[in-house]
């Protein structure tokens, strides 16, 4: 989350900090909450939103390693929280584990929050690439047991060299598109919010039908743990008679098994008997103060549009075109400082010679040209675009020998694992452009 001050809260911390939101999830006890943490960020893009990662899924012998608190029951917590669930997949090593099946059964009634992230999808070839896409859709259409098709975004989410680039522009315009996606919540947060509230009204209601029915069917003497015990049993029968009756749909019903297990914990005879004036306030606001805020939430998306897009980070180079390759990102690092000859002229024959082949009008050469040579790099347009942005030191939209020569320095840091620097070091810059 975002906060001037960095740090840390722990999780024991965190649920009873009464300017946070996290207090229900005490109930989850503390082995949850020794593993649950606030990283507080000063980093623009989470004045937009805030981000929740979850502990990597278990799979084969794992998973009979119990984690010690309710695993489903915290991300259900959070599914009915939050505007966008992303799933993540490995394209070189697919498979749905029984606790991933599980955490997808979990996320049930939110489907369309949920998106799907092939990621690594570099690490194979394109052919490949097609059998896990179709695997994955076959898998997925068995656990979330929708007709619907999930929106799946494939690419390669990190800025290392593609290893197999034959679908390098599919992952930049799948990446741009989750990017966009995900930028737009903060303007899209009022009318998820109202629509969790109506499907809470509706699920309210149903659930007063239901422990009416029960309380209803209950002896008011003898029997009653017998009764009880029928009655939940035969839960799925008085669904379908409060459907037929009051002309409700199934989807708005709760889990029937859920439910039934739920039910075995309580005191029927405790149950409220229906109240009919209450559901008439339910269907007054739903009919009526539902449609007033309806008409206001499109008045308030056009006045805040521009101050409600995720801002920051990779969030800022999203269809910008401001280089040859549009996109933007990095973090910075220092190499070669203190030696008293520029760094660069360690390969500056090598990059000379590249240069010339590349049609140098007035020495210098256009971004089309200096792009092809980039290219052959491998890395993706988000990095190169950082590239070209700090090696064009007089933003002309051409490069010169010295800012080619710096361009190519800057691709082999990158290929050599290190990340480039958000503005450019003084000792990388060119001696003839430190007046620049």
Request: net charge neutral; charged share 30%; hydrophobic share 40%.
């Amino acid at each position: 989350m975002y906060d001037e001050k960095e740090g840390v809260i722990p999780g024991n911390a965190l649920v009873v900090d009464p300017n946070k939101q996290f207090r229900p999830l005490s109930k989850f006890g503390n082995t949850f909450l020794n593993r649950f943490q606030c990283s507080m960020v000063a980093s623009p893009v989470l004045k937009g939103i805030s981000i929740v990662d979850t502990p990597g899924i278990l799979s084969g012998e794992k998973q009979r390693v119990d984690r010690g608190y309710d695993f489903t029951g915290v991300l259900e917590w959070f599914a009915e929280r939050v505007d966008r669930v992303i799933l993540l997949f490995d394209a070189h090593k697919l498979d749905i584990s029984d606790e991933f099946r599980r955490s997808i059964e979990a996320l049930r009634g939110h489907d369309d929050k949920i998106r799907i992230v092939l990621n690594k999808a570099d690490m194979i070839d394109h052919q490949q690439l097609m059998r896990v896409y179709g695997a994955l859709m076959w898998s997925l259409g068995k656990v979330l047991q929708t007709p619907e098709v999930a929106r799946v975004y494939i690419g390669s989410f990190w800025d290392q060299p593609l290893r197999y680039d034959v679908n390098k522009r599919l992952f930049e315009d799948e990446e741009q598109d989750l990017f966009m996606d995900m930028q737009s919540l903060p303007r899209n947060a009022a009318l998820r919010k109202l629509n969790d509230l109506i499907k809470r009204a509706r699920l309210a209601k149903v659930h007063a039908y239901i422990i009416s029915a029960l309380k209803k069917d209950m002896p008011n003497m003898f029997g009653k743990d017998t009764r009880k015990k029928e009655l939940i049993k035969k839960l799925g029968q008085i669904y379908d008679q409060i459907q037929r009756e009051q002309q409700i749909s199934p989807g708005d019903f709760p889990d029937l098994k859920k439910m039934q297990e739920s039910l075995a914990h309580h005191d029927f005879n405790k149950f409220c008997a229906l109240k009919p004036k209450l559901l008439e306030v339910v269907d007054k606001m739903l009919a009526e103060d539902i449609a007033k805020l309806m008409a206001m939430i499109p008045h308030e998306e056009v006045c805040t549009m521009s101050d409600s897009l995720v801002k920051g980070g990779a969030f800022e180079g999203v269809k910008d075109q401001v280089s040859p390759f549009g996109y933007k990102r990095g973090e910075g690092i220092d190499a070669g400082a203190g030696e008293p000859e520029w760094i660069v002229n360690k390969e500056r024959d090598k990059y000379d010679s590249i240069f010339g082949m590349l049609d140098p009008c007035d020495g210098k050469i256009t971004g089309a040209a200096a792009k092809s040579e980039m290219v052959k790099s491998k890395l993706p347009n988000s990095v190169l675009g950082k590239i070209w942005k700090l090696s064009d030191i007089d933003h002309d939209g051409f490069l010169d020998s010295d800012e080619f020569a710096l361009a190519m320095h800057l691709i082999n840091i990158k290929l050599e694992g290190y990340d480039l620097p958000s503005k450019l070091p003084d000792h990388l810059i060119p001696p003839s452009k430190r007046n620049v």
